[in-house]
């Protein structure tokens, strides 16, 4: 009788699990469902507007230049016309390894002073009452409201009469006002979540301001550091507008580059070439970027 009880116990028991396990499956396919459909419209948004447009820069950088711009036709006399000659051409020349050396080291500048602007602005805002933080940010997102070429327009009017016009300076000082709120945002949302907590504590043991600054606040907005150098550091690279208006012609960018390849020279090939080039350096850029910026909580 007993041992009857125990096996019809185990039989119960045996169905429980089942029931469990299969509620467990049915549960797990359909989050694996929800992640699909939640991830779908934005996959095909970049294999659309991201993956299709550089597969066509490829095929684009080994095709021929057409007679009058454009691309030359892709079969001629029944056999394929593509070759290498651009990016023999621009391996070839150290002139476009100076640009685009010369485009990083300004990319790399304006990201610098962006960050010395964006730092102290974005603690004020952070350690400001919470009536006064959205002013504050609406400060900041102020000038998107105005057009993009008026706000240059502007700074031909302000350098004009000191003669800083198509200078280095000029362009830089039009960069870095253009692309400060991309530093501010990012280092202001990241700020904002500190614990005060940390700061008080580390105040109760002993450490002064700059102690707290150095071990406590610094490492911890590392994250938004990252993001912000890299929401500027990544436009800058393939700016024209600003370069052209306020730089001149003498010391071109590549994006100066790019732009006449397609609409000067009418060399699609080259220019497609240059565009492919730039997009490889970006892109492994973006990666160190979010590699370094990853919490050290999620890489451990």
Request: aromatic share 10%; with cysteine; proline share 6%.
């Amino acid at each position: 009788m007993s041992l009857a009880l125990a096996g019809g116990a185990r039989q119960g028991s045996s169905c429980v699990t089942e029931r469990l396990s299969a509620a467990a499956r049915r549960s797990g396919s359909g989050e694996r469902l929800t992640r699909w459909l939640v991830s779908l419209p934005p996959t095909l948004f970049l294999l659309l507007f991201f993956l299709a447009p550089a597969l066509i820069m490829v095929g684009a950088s080994f095709r021929q230049p057409g007679d009058f711009g454009g691309l030359a036709p892709l079969l001629v006399d029944g056999r394929l016309n593509l070759s290498l000659e651009t990016y023999r051409f621009f391996f070839g020349d150290w002139i476009y390894a100076e640009i685009f050396l010369r485009s990083f080291l300004v990319a790399t500048a304006t990201t610098l002073l962006c960050l010395l602007l964006a730092y102290p602005l974005a603690l004020l805002i952070a350690r400001s009452e919470r009536g006064h933080r959205d002013l504050l940010v609406l400060l900041v997102i102020l000038p998107f409201a105005s057009n993009f070429l008026i706000r240059v327009y502007a700074w031909i009017i302000v350098l004009g009469p000191f003669e800083l016009l198509y200078t280095p300076f000029a362009v830089i000082a039009g960069m870095v006002y253009v692309h400060l709120p991309f530093m501010i945002l990012p280092l202001y949302t990241n700020l904002e979540k500190h614990d005060p907590a940390l700061l008080e504590a580390a105040q109760d043991l002993g450490a002064g301001s700059w102690k707290r600054f150095r071990r406590i606040t610094l490492p911890l907005s590392m994250p938004g550091i990252w993001s912000g150098s890299a929401l500027v550091f990544i436009p800058v690279l393939g700016m024209f507008a600003i370069p052209e208006l306020l730089g001149g012609t003498r010391d071109i960018l590549v994006g100066n580059l790019i732009k006449e390849q397609f609409l000067d020279n009418r060399d699609w090939p080259l220019g497609s070439t240059l565009s492919l080039l730039l997009t490889a350096a970006v892109l492994a850029l973006a990666a160190i970027a979010v590699r370094a910026g990853r919490p050290r909580r999620e890489t451990a």
